[in-house]
Structures are given as C-alpha cells and as structure tokens.
C-alpha cells in the first residue's frame, strides 16, 4: 500500500549517521509501520504491517538482504 501521511511521526535511524540518502520510519495506529525516502518528505509512504516489517528487519539483521 502506498499514501501520504502528513501528520506521522516520522524517523530516521541512528545508524544512518545523518546522511541525505536515507529512508525514514513512522510507527502508525493498528501496529502499522509506515517507510517513506527522506529526500521526499512530502512524498508518498509505503506502508507494512507489523509482522511483516519484523519480518524484514529480521531478515536485514541476518544478511539475507
């Protein structure tokens, strides 16, 4: 799912050492995690449920990705 939250609360890592090239987090309602490209803040978001982002980050911390 793509859209456009104006309102989130929106992050960047700590380990993105504060680099224009990065990617930024929103935690949103109902346990949905909301990833947007931070050179495009007012661009649109992709949106992930939880588990499906716990399974991504998962999968970036062992090297799958």
Do not use: H
């Not at 793509?2 to 309602?29: H, I, R």
Request: negative net charge.
């Amino acid at each position: 799912m793509n859209t456009y939250l104006p309102e989130a609360n929106w992050f960047k890592s700590s380990y993105s050492g504060g680099q224009t090239d990065c990617v930024e987090v929103a935690w949103l309602p109902e346990g949905i995690v909301g990833l947007r490209d931070s050179k495009d803040p007012s661009g649109p978001a992709l949106l992930f449920s939880g588990n499906d982002w716990a399974a991504f980050t998962a999968a970036v911390s062992s090297g799958v990705f």
